[in-house]
């Protein structure tokens, strides 16, 4: 099954983990074509105000 999506025609959704409180950075990611980030507040030093 993976094979087989992998050879459809829809392009593969990518996306990162974002560590830096910064709100340029995921605009840059999303600039550079990734579809979703992810607001890591688990393993970096990030707060709920940070977010």
């Known amino acids: 099954m993976f094979q ?9 959704v990518v996306g990162t983990f974002v560590k830096i409180p910064a709100l340029e950075v995921a605009e ?9 980030v992810v607001i890591d507040t688990e393993h970096a030093l990030l707060s709920v105000r940070d977010v």
Do not use: T
């Not at 087989?4 to 593969?12: A, F, G, T, W």
């Open 4 to 12: 087989q999506l992998l050879k459809s025609s829809r392009p593969p």
């Open 28 to 36: 840059i990611i999303g600039a550079a074509g990734f579809d979703f």
